[in-house]
């Protein structure tokens, strides 16, 4: 019989609607539930692509015996991270304080006023490794409520007055300068991999809000150091494992230091910021891997993300199932042994793309399978034709198997990450499809996701709008990707819409006496504390996107508010920058922007022309392009503007207007 969750819209909790668990989604009524019975309540949080959790849920929620136990003695409640991020902010910060660790899934014991009192991550079903199982955590969780109720009570008080009292340095009231930006650099070179790339050892997760800082820095400084570090990671990641080498797309990271090994969910966002770096590395270099890597990702999205509302799925899973024993495997849809090779290609082609893929007798994953791979000096001969041909046949051999579950949720920041991005690939690449399906996001987001105040949902599937209120980094992405979209088209209803959810930020989630920003609205549901986070870790923070997005709005239309608003966000990085330079790439990249102007570039001309498409191919940081007709009002940047040229400006202070694409391209090269 199903529990309280079969009427969600989260595919994550709708996963747990058959568990004999009595799970509830987060709301009042579950706390009133475990106030009124006297019991502490279990908060579990996961996401639907998340492997662990699978295996949690499989090994303990799906276990009749210990879900009877979890009823008569809890309030069982489940939410989906992704879903409600402010939930899993706030209980990830007591996790990470208390244990030294967090991740998913994450199990939290609350007392019924939602204090935390004692925390964890997975947990087997019997004891392993030095972890005690599940059951007898609970168990002892049961114990310390019943027996030991006043000093559960103490600690949990405790718990939430330190965290309370944790203070965030916001760095100095004045923005990041040359210095500081150059301290990140020297920072990020200490720590990078010059052998495989990549910053760190394993796992290593895609670095892309860093690149994308490097990039930047290389166009405003011409640091070939900076460039070399961006340019070698993102080859590095294209020819590992970690990147789909038949369907394109990038996995969430790579459990080696050498790219070869994937954790094989696929993130919207991972592949929404991956596209946009990769765009950009063309735009500064030329190189042909980037660009086939940027147009490949890009079509990937639209294929296997794109729901039939127009917005973009979440992710696609790990697992799958094998086709040949039927158990739910991770990695299975993407890895291959030699003999499976020889089944679709025959002897001679399969030794081919064993070579050319790296694929080997003993394999490079688990029982033989090999993940696929472009590793170097291997000297395959062959032509770029008969090549591929092996690669659609394998893609078509793929596609036969079973596929990856997809998380269908529609996240309004991560769809504002994919339209900024498939707007430039399109624009870039002259891809008007890719354009199209940018737009089709961005209609979806205003048509669903905003109301008639402009206010965001967080979630929809399926044509059905989320009751959850979007939070700031919903508010940030989605200006972005409006403003990526107001660029490219020329169209300015994509400005106005971003200056509205602009003005929401600035009313709701910024603080007006220290200029630091919340991640939940004023109005927003209170919990044990209002969480706060600048730092820059699987997406850009919901801080620093709105930094960057204010001060595009600001370069577009001459706000003062968004400007200053943005520079008083800007503090954080100059305090983060020195101590942390990984942890704040996107921040570090906006820095970038305000240290160069942004520049202003107003096209006077058709959309799509040379010129317009030469101001968008420009390489310094955060410029932004307004095009239009004489006498188009759409754009503050053209008003009063008649020759057909292009005009380059920062803060409104203009060089002479151009007709000449080498000129302007002179102007806007950093």
Known sequence: MPN???????????????????????????????????????????????????????????????AAFLNEHFVNVKVDREERPDIDAVYMEAVQAATGQGGWPMTVFLTPDAEPFYFGTYFPPEPRHGMPSFQQVADGVRRAWTDRRDEVGEVAGKIVRDLSERELAFGADELPGEDDLAQALLGLTRDYDASRGGFGGAP??????????????????GSEGAL????????????GGIYDQLGGGFARYSVDREWVVPHFEKMLYDNALLCRVYAHLWRATGSDLARRVALETADFLVRELRTNEGGFASALDADSEDAVTGAHVEGAYYVWTPEQLREVL?????????????????????????????????GVVADADRLASIRERLLAARSERPAP??????????????????????????????????????????????????????????GQVGANAGVLEDYADVAEGFLALASVTGEGVWLEFAGFLLDHVLG?????ESGSLYDTAADAERLIRRPQDPTDNAVPSGWTAAAGALLSYAAQTGAEPHRLAAERALGVVKGLAPRAPRFIGHGLAVAEAALDGPREVAV?????????????LGTAPGAVVAVGPAGGGEFPLLAGRELPAAYVCRRFVCDAPTTDVEELVAKLSG
């Open 4 to 66: 309280r969750l079969a009427h969600e819209t989260s595919p994550y909790l709708l996963q747990h609607a058959d568990n004999p668990v009595d799970w509830w989604p987060w709301s009042a009524e579950a706390f009133a539930q475990a106030r009124e019975r006297g019991v502490p309540v279990l908060l579990s949080v996961g996401y639907s692509s998340c492997h662990w959790c699978h295996v949690m849920a499989h090994e303990s929620f799906e276990d009749a015996e210990t």
């Open 204 to 221: 290593k997760f895609p670095p892309s809000m860093v690149i994308e800082f490097l990039l930047r820095h290389y166009a405003r400084t």
């Open 228 to 239: 070399q570090m961006a340019a070698d990671t993102c080859e590095r990641m294209a020819r």
């Open 346 to 378: 025959g002897d001679a082609d399969a030794e081919i793309a064993a070579a050319y893929f790296g694929v080997t007798e003993e394999g490079t994953f688990e029982e033989g399978a090999s993940v696929l791979q472009l590793p170097e000096g291997r």
């Open 405 to 462: 579950g997809r998380d269908d949720k529609v996240v309004a920041a991560w769809n504002g990450l994919a339209v900024a991005a498939l707007a430039e690939v399109g624009a870039y690449f002259e891809r008007p499809d890719l354009v199209a399906a940018a737009v089709g996001a961005g209609d979806l987001l205003v048509r669903l996701h905003m109301d008639d105040r402009a206010r965001l949902s967080r979630t929809s599937k399926g």
């Open 508 to 512: 709701q989630f910024v603080d007006e």
């Open 604 to 616: 006077i001309g058709e959309v799509g022309g040379e010129l317009h498409r030469t101001a968008l």
